[in-house]
């Protein structure tokens, strides 16, 4: 008797899974669409710098977000559009996936067309931050 029963508990946990991966709930749907949408804006050719970090960060982390942002506000104001995204979140993971990332990644993005300067940002941005802007602003004006 007990096995029909167990049986049952299973299909009816399957099928709860299911519905969810499904996108039948509405907060986990709406958020798959935000991500889409943002990957697909990507696709244009404004320049964009993305930083993806994970939840915990060490100061050579903080230190490439806090360089690329300055070197971005002083040179290009807002005409450079800077995206911090903490790669560990769900609502970032359609970006994750596009980008191909697997670690902290420092990304110049035109289009098609990706440089990573992240060897360059962790090499650069605690000891020789000069160096870290002079290669960002490098890499977008030749972009």
Do not use: W
């Not at 029909?4 to 709406?30: D, H, M, R, T, Y």
């Amino acid at each position: 008797m007990k096995t029909p029963l167990n049986l049952f508990a299973f299909f009816l946990l399957i099928s709860v899974l299911s519905i969810n991966a499904q996108g039948k709930n509405p907060e986990v749907s709406s958020q798959k669409q935000l991500n889409q949408s943002t990957v697909k804006q990507t696709t244009d050719n404004q320049v964009k710098v993305y930083y993806f970090h994970a939840t915990r960060r060490c100061v050579t982390c903080q230190a490439i977000e806090k360089v690329a942002k300055e070197t971005i506000e002083e040179k290009y104001g807002n005409d450079i559009e800077f995206i911090v995204l903490n790669r560990e979140k769900e609502e970032n993971s359609a970006l994750v996936r596009k980008f191909k990332i697997s670690g902290q990644t420092l990304l110049v993005v035109k289009g098609d067309k990706i440089v990573n300067l992240t060897n360059d940002a962790f090499l650069n941005a605690r000891t020789y931050p000069e160096k870290l802007k002079a290669k960002i602003t490098e890499t977008i004006n030749t972009m």
